[in-house]
């Protein structure tokens, strides 16, 4: 089990300090990627991939036989700027949907053969309108933190995190804009699919709210506690968690990405376990996709969060680790190595 964490800088110290991963066991997976019957490089970025996956499970032959899915939701006090197509009551609604199995994600997750688990986040308290204070108080952002910190199982090799939220493409461009700057526009995207006029708005959201912080905010959790939301809050302390428990994390789309970025902001190698599931299709993921440093596995157009295109990337995953493992060296198969 993970330490508890009793403060802001308590967790900040933690990431900090967090180990690296392991050389040698990347060395060695390394080493057997070289002797596979295969031609050098024939299997691309899969073999980046089951190197990278072996090197922090510390395994040169890893397997992923225990992947978890996490959702996070949480409502957002921002909505009442007519930022959304859908109103808040929508996130409450597809909790229950999540926790009857009928959801995209259920799918995805049950593909790909992981645990799920839902997290209702105060649904019925959102946090503050961010244009008229911080979105959230220090202990309200503690309580999210701890809350994606503790719902990750430890047993787990392998996490997706995913966010149901109405509203929280707003928050989530606020935070690119606040740590990755150009303008707000840049950042601001359709989300459920608003009109002209209602992205005109949302992009004034955005900018009012940056402009209103921005002088406060120095890393990651600052943005955090003035722009975010306890479901994207969660998200970050739930990928932190992971970096700890050198659990490889596939990252979701453009809110999930927002929320690493809170951590890639708070300390440079937060995201070293990371690698991006999808490129969805709200229009600024790809620039925050950039900042990260992260390409991803997939771009189908995907833009329902949920953990979706993440989910789907588990099989990406699994099928480098499983060639990875799985394939007979040459001197094994009795096969010429030229």
């Known amino acids: 089990m993970l330490p508890p964490f009793t403060s802001l800088d308590d967790f900040r110290n933690q990431l900090a300090q967090a180990k690296g991963v392991d050389a040698a066991a990347t060395a060695g997976a390394a080493a057997r990627n070289g002797q596979l019957t295969k031609p050098p490089g024939a299997l691309g970025r899969l073999e980046d991939l089951a190197i990278w996956y072996g090197g922090w499970r510390g395994s040169d032959r890893p397997e992923i036989a225990a992947p978890q899915v996490i959702i996070f939701a949480g409502n957002h006090g921002v909505t009442a700027q007519g930022v959304s197509a859908f109103p808040p009551e929508v996130t409450a609604q597809m909790v229950i949907n999540f926790e009857h199995g009928g959801a995209a994600i259920n799918q995805l997750a049950k593909l790909a053969g992981a645990r799920m688990d839902v997290h209702a986040l105060d649904l019925d308290t959102p946090v503050q309108d961010f244009t008229q204070a911080p979105a959230m ?38 935070l690119a804009f606040a740590l990755f700057g150009g303008d707000a526009a840049d950042w601001t995207g359709r989300g459920t699919g608003v009109d002209d006029a209602s992205l005109a708005n949302k992009t004034r959201v955005v900018a009012e709210g940056v402009a209103m912080h921005g002088a406060v905010i120095k890393d990651g959790l600052d943005a955090l506690a003035c722009l975010g939301g306890r479901e994207i809050a969660a998200m970050a302390g739930a990928i932190a968690a992971a970096r700890l428990l050198h659990i490889p994390v596939i990252l979701d789309g453009f809110i999930c990405c927002a929320a690493a970025a809170c951590l890639l902001r708070t300390s440079a190698t937060a995201l070293d376990h990371a690698v991006a599931g999808h490129q969805s299709a709200e229009s600024a993921h790809p620039a925050l996709l950039k900042e990260l440093g992260k390409e991803p ?34 001197a094994e198969a009795g096969v010429t190595d030229g």
Do not use: Y
């Open 137 to 174: 108080r220090e202990a309200e952002l503690l309580a999210a933190l701890q809350a994606g910190w503790n719902a990750v199982d430890p047993t787990a090799d392998l996490l997706v995190v995913g966010e149901m939220g109405i509203g929280n493409t707003t928050p989530a461009a606020a």
């Open 297 to 330: 596995l997939l771009s189908l157009g995907l833009r329902l969060g949920e953990g979706s295109g993440a989910a789907l990337a588990i099989q990406v995953l699994k099928g480098a680790v499983a060639c990875h493992s799985g394939m007979a060296t040459f």
